[in-house]
């Protein structure tokens, strides 16, 4: 399926993932509207990051999920649909599981309805990591079980199931990517390592939570080419779920020593209470397995860890007015 001249449509568009996204499509020529969520200050997110000339070339739609009427009438004319718009904020979903299921499982099955009603070509949902829970194996490949160890990973398991159940009731053309941790430019202090990077650059010492955990990051800019080659595949990976995880796996703490090595400091790391998941709701460990991606979508990716890091600590640096806050970001 070639994207040049395509209608498409990315919810969550003015996202971390998603504004990397948007990029990329209306680099090949796509016709790119983006699906934000309304506010009054008509931010447009991270949209507002990115060159004025491209700001120029992309049609933004507001609303919300949870309201099928307008999620159908941004679908509408779509050939092509990405899916990224959810709450994704773990720490938020312990406080708020009704806004996070809300948005995530009934704002899905709004955008599968919404694809069916409209005849897209193909739907691309993403998933994410937190689905499979703590690796009960690794490397973690996509038979892994589901375990919804918080309200944020249960409301994605369901919005996984909610598109499968439309590819085997309806044969809606679905294809799922499910993303280990991106990292970047433009990420929030909710993540991380931009918290890291952030600490480093400007505080006395590097508050973390469980610094024993490990991670599979991947670069942004590779994590959004795997939606690109989702949409652009044959048609015999429709129904089909797909890890875009670097299969590099890598502790909080360590991360913490590189960056505190890379930024030029000695300041202390430590852990704070507040920062920790309830034990039962802790991932100690995700480690993908990807080949089915290298193998059905020609996807891997590109930029290393340590490179990625590097890029990413660059931006933040020249992006302070971005990353003001001292609190404890969820």
Known sequence: MDLRNSNVLVTGGAGFIGSHLVEQLIATGANTKVFIHYNSANSRGLIDTLPVELQSEIDIVQGDLRDSYAVHNAVKGADIVFHLGALIAIPYSYQNPYDVVQTNALGT????????????HRMIHTSTSEVYGTARYVPMNEEHPLQGQSPYSA????????????????????????????????????????????????????????????????YVEDTARAFL????????????????GSSFEI?????????????????????????????????????????????????????????????????ISSHQDRYKTNDYVI
């Open 229 to 244: 080659c989702a949409a652009t595949a044959k048609d015999d990976v429709l129904g089909e779920v797909f890890n875009a």
């Open 251 to 315: 502790s909080i703490g360590e991360i913490a020593e590189r960056v505190r090595s890379l930024v030029g400091g000695d300041i202390p790391i430590r852990v704070a209470q507040e920062r920790l998941r309830p034990a039962k709701s802790e991932v100690d460990r995700l480690f993908s397995d990807s080949q089915r991606a290298k193998v059905k979508l020609g996807w891997q990716p590109t930029v290393s860890f340590d490179e990625g890091l590097r890029r990413t600590i660059t931006w």
């Open 155 to 218: 409301s994605k398991i369901a919005a996984d199931k909610i598109v499968e159940s439309f590819y085997c009731s309806y044969q809606l053309p679905v294809v799922t990517v499910r993303p280990f941790n991106a990292f970047g430019p433009r990420q929030s202090l909710r993540a991380v390592i931009p918290t890291i990077i952030q600490q480093a650059l400007n505080h006395s010492e590097i508050v973390l939570g469980n610094l024993s955990a490990t991670r599979d990051f991947t």
């Open 109 to 120: 099955l709004h955008v599968a309805q919404a694809a069916l009603a409209n005849g897209v």
